[in-house]
């Protein structure tokens, strides 16, 4: 069973910035297409961001452009770069690698952001 690794995360105090990272052993890494999602305490899990196989990104109301997901197919990466973070951002982050009906999950990293 494939289990994406999340990395990165951590405390940062408001304003600040963080960039997670979530690798994954799979061959055609390129084919699959990445996305990440948060969940905060006694809320449920949300998306943030996606992007496609294809390079095609979308995100959520809330990011309002401080965020930016990439990938990395050569290091099979794929990268959230969070600027201007908010308390209201704290989170364990989750990356979520899928194509088709193969869905893999990674389990976590905590964000934390201090007022």
């Known amino acids: 069973q494939v289990q994406p690794v999340e990395s990165g995360g951590g405390l940062v105090q408001a304003g600040g910035s963080l960039r997670l990272s979530c690798a994954a052993s799979?061959?055609?890494?390129?084919?699959?297409?990445g996305a990440w999602y948060r969940q905060a305490p006694g809320k449920p899990r949300e998306f943030v961001a996606r992007?496609?196989?294809?390079?095609?990104?979308s995100y959520a109301d809330f990011v309002q452009g401080r965020f930016t997901i990439s990938k990395n197919n050569g290091q099979n990466t794929v990268y959230l770069q969070m600027n201007s973070l908010k308390p209201g951002d704290t989170a364990v982050y989750y990356c979520?690698?899928?194509?088709?009906?193969?869905?893999?999950w990674g389990q976590g990293t905590q964000v934390t952001v201090s007022s």
């Open positions: 799979i061959i055609a890494f390129s084919t699959y297409s």
């Open positions: 992007i496609r196989d294809d390079g095609v990104t």
């Open positions: 979520d690698i899928y194509r088709g009906n193969r869905d893999y």
